[in-house]
T-cell receptor, first 115, second 112 residues
Framework: NAGVMQNPRHLVRRRGQEARLRCSPM?????VYWYRQLPEEGLKFMVY????????ESGMPKERFSAEFPKEGPSILRIQQVVRGDSAAYFC?????????????FGEGSRLTVL | GQQVMQIPQYQHVQEGEDFTTYCNSS?????IQWYKQRPGGHPVFLIQ?????EVKKQKRLTFQFGEAKKNSSLHITATQTTDVGTYFC????????????FGKGTKLTVNP
């Protein structure tokens, strides 16, 4: 059973370009979370999605950032018109939520560098 | 929003010494999870605590959940160099919220 797959692992963009980060959850998992991590800092919650639905996007910046988890295919975190402050590691996690908590399985992350 | 404080932020120990990190919340938690992230790696699940006063052990690691379900701790006995990494607590607030809000973590370094 493959783990959470994220790609690309490393992405370099110039200011003003778009970044698209993909996440395929573990087989059978319908819950996907995106977290952002700056160097030497903690994990900041961005968004929580289930298939075709955004459940909680309270951690997402209001502008330039969007996320989706379509019925078919991976979850995508999209950052438009990137700025240098967007440089970070973006981790995706998936889980089987049971109502009493569910272990998060993290991907290896996508490291975005904005020049 | 959910506020959780994790202390200390950094801890440096000699190999063989014990280590403890604490996670404190301003509100009652439905459950709490702990994760470990090795340098350059991704977070890996360690444990979930659900019951008031719960204590769980994994070899040299001991996890506790406070009686009031507002705090938790992770204790490592006789640290080894393989324990190096950042330890995060991740409480779930409950009440229908299914997201995990991570603490800032405690970065542990072990001097051999």
């Amino acid at each position: 059973n493959a783990g959470v797959m994220q790609n690309p692992r490393h992405l370099v963009r110039r200011r003003g370009q778009e970044a698209r980060l993909r996440c395929s959850p573990m087989k059978g998992h319908s819950h996907v979370y995106w977290y952002r991590q700056l160097p030497e800092e903690g994990l900041k919650f961005m968004v929580y999605l289930q298939k075709e639905n955004i459940i909680d996007e309270s951690g997402m910046p209001k502008e330039r950032f969007s996320a989706e988890f379509p019925k078919e295919g991976p979850s995508i975190l999209r950052i438009q018109q990137v700025v240098r402050g967007d440089s970070a590691a973006y981790f995706c996690a998936s889980s089987l939520w049971t109502g009493e908590g569910g272990e998060l399985f993290f991907g290896e992350g996508s490291r975005l560098t904005v020049l | 929003g959910q506020q959780v404080m994790q202390i200390p932020q950094y801890q440096h120990v000699q190999e063989g010494e014990d280590f403890t990190t604490y996670c404190n919340s301003s509100t009652t938690l439905s459950n709490i999870q702990w994760y470990k992230q090795r340098p350059g790696g991704h977070p890996v699940f360690l444990i979930q605590l659900v019951k008031s006063g719960e204590v769980k052990k994994q070899k040299r690691l001991t996890f506790q959940f406070g009686e009031a379900k507002k705090n938790s701790s992770l204790h490592i006995t006789a640290t080894q160099t393989t324990d190096v990494g950042t330890y995060f607590c991740a409480p779930a607030v409950g009440g229908g919220s299914e997201k995990l809000v991570f603490g800032k973590g405690t970065k542990l370094t072990v001097n051999p």
